[in-house]
């Protein structure tokens, strides 16, 4: 080997680090720019062997009357068709063990949308059933998955047998991605697909047929497109006119059955009718006979009314002439006594009045005696009273004389006491007789007094006597007069007594007759009773008859009119309506997989887009100032090639081959491992959603060309560059050692105030960050261009983490969806939830609502909305909602308006106030809703109303089936709280939201990858900046740092001298990415947009800390090996003057 | 005992199959406070010994004294901090910090040790009191020498290795140079080692030690050195 070549190879195991820097950057910015490039043609490609090894429809037809055998065989002769089948599909609520799943079942077909058998076998009987294997795991192999009872009376007839049992797990290229679908059945969402032998379901007509043309173009291609347009409009005409031909045939089918049936439904009427028609002459003979009957019967008996009214008006008499008689005899009794009475009275009356003349007239003789007595007595006393009187005249003379006495006797002085005393003793004895004498008198005066009394007394009786007289004078009288009356009733008495007698002999001769006409009467009344029993029963009997009657002619009626309604009526009826069907042609851009797949392969692309040019400029950067400092380190060697006459090329080819050797190794490596590791890493990302097969990588020649030209150009081309340039100088210059680069006064300095304050190898440190300009920026860029990948890499991991969690922490509450059979109504389904909150001690909080699906264009994009219907009041607390625009809390919509997720607005450009259209049901109406407000949401597209307002814009009655259960609770699990509620009640499902957020938390799993495959990328470039620069810096200031060490600076003091400058130039980098990391971060969310998801595009300031504790990480390992090397470096030989 | 030793001091470097004995059992002594030039022919061993006895570089032989001390047993650690407070160093290049001051050059030695000789007076001794605050880039040759001897001094050494100071220096600024380093040695009494491959400098050393072929030849004291403004060359 030439001694040149010997240079080459010796130079780079020399300055094998340097080497390794170039190749290392190369070969990640080609790996990252290839590789990432060539993701999204390693998922087409991928995609292009799937859809063609496994047969993916083209097309697949519908009309509406399904296809049969004939029409399958005419479109396989349409152009273009290569094969045609016919499928059934039956979506049904299978039972495994306890779980209830809602699948839809296809039939298998073999010529188009074949399987692939990922586990166990295909069925080979009716009633086995392979499952989707996304879905499911090879544990479900040899589980029997049995019929609901829960499904429709339909689903049942259709799917014949009613237990499967699972054989194997496919995959089916109609299901690229992870989504199945809605349907009415079950939830009203499909957890997977199956697959069932033609037998398993019993279908008339086939739903829809498959048709695959085998063109051999690429999926999604233009050419693809361009020809399914062209073949889309052949199809359609041809599958309109087969569909017609059918239609016409059995329309013609159907008229003719429904003539046949009215004429036999004329013939049968016919008959009833005649049938009718005798038996009402039957009837009315007998009521003609009847009725004569009656008449005679009438007539007799009212003859015998008037015997009977005559037999009454006798009795009557009669009665009345027996009260008669007995009045009579009680008046003659009554008078009888009456005058007995009066005989007794009157002879009473007559002793009294004789008693009472003795009693006068002794009476008067007493008075007369009593009255002379009294006259004597008179006469006495009033001679007494004369008597006394005069006395007492004399005495009481006397006694005033001697009064008068003894007053001049007092007032004569001269008369003796004693005799004065004799007189007053004098006086005051004949006072005391004067006393006594007019007692006396009062005595006789009183006396007087009695007298005068009993003279009255005896006045008195002497009047009463006389009344006395005159009252007997009276009572006589009376009794004289009564006495002749007497006499005179007695007479009276006795001829009543003779009439009475006559009168009660006449009366017994009336009664006698009387008896004998009523026993007449009575038998007649028994004779026409019994003919009248003859006749009723007659009657009963036409009755019966007639009702016998009446009810065949309703009979005949309603059945008439009933066979008319039912067959003929609606036959004509269903003939007129029947509407021509209709037919459509879907290609594989209605297919959900296949458009989600085109779609999250362009994002692929978009992020694509950013991250290669990043690294390239970084390589670019990195292989500059490499290449350049190797020339420079090395124009001393360069010069004396010159000075001994080596032309420039010579010389520069050298290092050309260096740096282009350290390329292409880089190149070819990179993009050797680039083009496989990262879509293989991206891919496995993107299994979660589809992973329907192992990822074919894509190789394109032109971009290996293309990465193969840019790290040329990084590293010879930049190489040559300098090489040039450092030659454009004489030998002689080259020779000599480079002046280094000059001391300058930087900014700082200017700030004395902080100047003054920093310690000297401070200072040093802030003079020599901006010494080298070139190096400075390239250790600004590298790590700003790091701290923005690692802030990018946690920034997408925060904005997607807590998007699961949001939702169900926030938005939907709830932790238990259950949907009910169609059985229960509101009260039953609060009942089920009370009864269960009641089972575990607990009160959970739970609404009840209804759960409908529509679909929603907006943005060009076909998307399913979901629906709830609840009443506000209701389902308070249960659902979260934040306005999305202002962040305040929303109450549930009023009625006449909804609130929609923030997405759908989003996508159909709507606010506050705007109407959003959705389109519902099988006949894809148009309903039209006014949006109240938009609501903070994160995962799929949701709807929110009232009753009335769905009431009034679906048309749908508020029919509630779902049971949302809030539990917040860790003591009940919502597993055993829906188990109950399954055992207990009839449910047709139950969603447990912690499914969801598990399953999510997988896909989170999935996403580390992302965020390590993004770390470590980082890492690398960080590193290799890093251990770049810091080989460059000292092999730049060797002499400066072997002086140092010569000056005595330790170990330690040598390492901060250099290191202090990589931290400043760290954290400037790390401060400079900030921005850049947001920026990056922010299109890095915009591409990854998914349509079903709002991410939370944030970043976690925890990631910041992150950033720069990792940032900080990589230098500081990288400052770790620069110290060995400056430890290693030789005093005596980095100073070594030139000699 | 001489103030510096060296006894049977070997240096080889080995490439492959091939030796270069550097030093060839080299003994030698100097004493305090003497001025000491080391001449010899190119490729002789100056430099090597000088490293050597400056801690710079390892023997792989012998064994050298300084103060009676071994400093060739020292470990990496020590002969760091051995040159730190020991030795001041002239290189024939200056070697200055290009990103920092004349003045700030010389501080940067200063801080390294505890009782530094004040920077300023230092200045003023080499005569750049006015260029203290111009970068290297600034200043002339003889100027960074003089830098560069303030700086080795600033440390106030025990001991000042000069490598051809003066080799890159015309004739008047070399003289001034070594003219400075002379007085030092007088009134510093600081043992000053210079190479130089110009015999016409013997004659202002106390000592001269000639080096051949990795020995020491000659070992001779000079009884009455010469200033060096009398001596031409």
Redesign the interface.
Known sequence: MSSYWKTVFRTIRESLPRFLAIFAIIALGVGFFAGLKMTSPSFYKTADRYTEEYRLYDFKLLSTIGFDDDDIESLSKVQGVQSVEGAVYQDAILLCGDTSSTVRIHTITSTVNQLELTAGRMPQSPDEIVIDGYKNDAGMIGKTLTLSQENTAECIDTVRPHEFTVVGLVRSPMYMNFQRGTTDAGSGAIDYYAYVQKDSLDADYYTEAYVYCNTGLFIYSDEYKDWAAKEQDILEAAVKDIIDVRFDSVMDDSSQELSDGIDEFNEQREDAYSELEDARETLETAYGDITDSQRQIDDGRAQLEDAGDELEAARVRLEETDNQLKSTKATLDSASSQLDSTESQLEAAKAQLDSTVAQLSSGQSAIDDARSQLEAARTQTDGAIAALNDSITGLSGKIAELGAEIDAADADPSALPADTDAMKANLAQLQLQLQSLEDNLNTAKAGQQELAAQQSALDDSQSTLDSGKAAYEDALAQYNSGSARYSAAKAAYESGLAQYSSGLEQYNEGLDAYNSGVAEYNQNAAELDSAQDKVDSAFKDYYDGRHDYFAGVCKYETEISEAFRMNIAYGCQQLDNIERPDTYVLGRDKNVGYVCFDNDAKIVDGVASVFPVFFFAIAALVCSTTMSRMVADERGHIGTMRALGFSESAIIMKYVVYSGAASVLGCVLGYIGGIKLFPWVIWEVYAMMYGFADISFANEAWMFIMSFAISLVCTVGVTVVTCVTELNGMPAELIRPKTPAAGKRILLERITFIWKRMKFLYKVSARNVFRFKKRMMMMIVGIAGCTALLITAFGLYDSICNVVGNQYDRIMKFDIDCTFAGSYNAEGIKEAANEANHNYGKDFRYAVAEYDTAHNDGGGFIRDVGIYVADGSDVEGIFGLENFYTGDSEKWPADGEVAISSKLAEKNNVRAGDNITLTYGDDSRQIVLRVAYVFKNYTYHYCFMTPATYEAAFGQSYDPSDLLVMMNDSTVSPYDYARYLTNNYNLKSCIITNDERESFSATMEKMNYVIILVVSCAAALAFIVLFNLNNINITERIREIATLKVMGFYRKETGSYVFRENVILVLLGYLTGIPLGFALHRFVMSQIEMDMVIYDVRIAPQSFAYALVLVLLFSAIADMAMHRRIDRIDMAESLKSIE | MPYIEFRDVSKVYKTGSIDLRALDGLDLYIEKGELCVIVGQ?GAGK??LL?IL?G??TLTSGSIYLEGREISKLK??EL??????N?G?V???Y???????AY?NV???A??VKDPIDCDLLMNEVGLAARKSN???QLSGGEQQRVAIA?AIA?NPKLLLC??PT?ALDYQTGKSILKLLQSLSVTKGMTVVIITHNSALTAMADRVITLKNGTVTSNLVNLNPVNIDEIEW
Not at chain 2, 80 to 85: I, P, S
């Open positions: 190119s430099t090597t490293n400056g710079m570089d990496t650690g760091a901090r051995f040159r730190r407070e030795v160093f290189f024939q290049f070697n200055l910090i290009p990103n920092l001051t700030e501080e940067m030695a801080q390294l970068f290297p880039a700086r440390k490598d051809e080799g």
